[in-house]
Structures are given as C-alpha cells and as structure tokens.
C-alpha cells in the first residue's frame, strides 16, 4: 500500500478533523489522546499523522512534509500556497469579518474615512478587499489581541477571524461587513496528487462520502 502522510491542524479544527478520519476506520487510537506527540504512524493503513499549527499546514504540505492536509480556507486565502483544494469539508464554519467599535462604523459606511487604518492578522485578504473596492487602507498586522487595536487608537477597525462574535461583544466592537466565510478545507501537495493519485483519491472519495451524508 502506497503510504500518504496527513498533516492535521492543532486548535478547533483538530477534533473533527480526527473524527472524519476515525469515521472511515483510518485512526489509531493514541491519536484521539494525542496530548504533546506530533507523529503517529497507522501501519495497518500506511498513513502517517503530522500535528502541527494549523498556519502551517499548507507549508507542510505545498513543501511536501504531508501529501494531504486540513486547513481553514481562510489560511489558505491568506497564504496562496501552491497546491491543490480537493475537498470542501464542511466544519469549522467561520468568517472573515471587518469590525469596528461603533463610533467607527457609521464614518465607514458612509465612506468619510479617507485613508482608513486596519489591524489583522490577514494582510493579504485584507489588501485585496479593501483594494477591491478603490479603497486605499494602511495596514497594520498584529499576532494577538487584534480587539484592542480600534480601542486604543491604533486603527479604525479591524479584519479578523470569528466564529460566535462574542469576543467582539465582550470589547464592545460589531460587525461591519463580511470579507469570506471559512471551513475546513481537504488540500494536497501537487506532485503527491500525481504520484499517489489512486490512493489519495480513495481518500477522497471515502471522505466525500462521510461528509455528505
């Protein structure tokens, strides 16, 4: 058996992301109870398991490292790796937002914010959707605690990652508008795709099946 290595995502998405796999039987069992282990071999199905940070992911697998990954779509709009999105997975329903404390937001509705300031961890996105709409934006990238950014005068608003909007309330910011939505994406390395077609089609097939039921 031709053997494929996995790479899945630390943080919320690798629950169901081990759940998907354990559902087609593909799952040793010290998996599920990973605790600090990064690699689990499954030699009965020829898989090898990579637990890395879920930025990246798409790394791991544009390089190689992993022939397949599961990754939020918004990383993967963000990073713009050189590989293949196989699969819609369907969990981790998440969205990219613009938010803002509401003195902010009326001044950005009605476009009186002449050159606009935004904190995120998503430069990319956010260049390409403020671009998208003629409007030039002075980006500011942080790592953490991206509400506190339009508190503290340090932007205007922000773009970030939410999935309940209850960090939002709890700093007083609100929804704007809506950049993407985001789920749990099934990538994989190019040349893997070539070279292990049948397996990971298999793969693919078997998951597709999982997920549309």
């Known amino acids: 058996m031709i053997p494929v290595t996995i790479a899945l995502p630390k943080g919320k998405l690798l629950e169901p992301s081990i ?3 354990d559902a087609l039987g593909l799952v040793p069992e010290e998996v599920k109870d990973a605790g600090r282990r990064l690699i689990f071999e499954s030699g009965r199905h020829a898989l090898t398991y990579l ?11 544009e390089y190689g490292a992993a022939d397949i990954g599961i990754v939020g779509k918004d990383m993967l709009l963000e990073q713009e ?3 293949y ?3 819609n997975l369907r969990f981790g329903y998440c969205r990219v ?8 937001i009326e001044p950005y509705k009605n476009g009186n914010l002449v050159k606009i300031r935004v904190a995120t961890k998503y430069p990319r996105i956010t260049e390409k959707f403020f671009g998208s ?3 030039h934006a002075d980006i500011i990238k942080l790592y953490g605690s991206i509400e506190l950014a339009p508190l503290v005068g340090l932007s205007h608003v922000i773009v970030d990652l939410i999935s309940t909007g209850r960090t939002l309330k709890e700093n007083n910011l609100e929804v704007i ?5 985001s789920t749990a994406r099934l990538i994989a390395n190019r040349a893997s795709l070539k070279l292990k077609y049948d397996r ?11 997920i549309s039921k």
Do not use: H
Request: net charge negative; charged share 30%; glycine share 4%.
């Open 85 to 87: 999105e196989l699969l």
């Open 133 to 135: 709409q003629g409007v």
């Open 19 to 21: 759940k998907l796999f």
């Open 200 to 210: 990971i089609n298999d793969i693919v097939d078997k998951l597709r099946k999982v």
């Open 51 to 61: 637990v890395v940070r879920a930025s990246d992911v798409p790394t791991y697998v």
């Open 97 to 104: 937002v613009v938010a803002g404390p509401k003195e902010s």
């Open 81 to 83: 790796k050189d590989l």
């Open 177 to 181: 508008e809506t950049v993407t939505d």
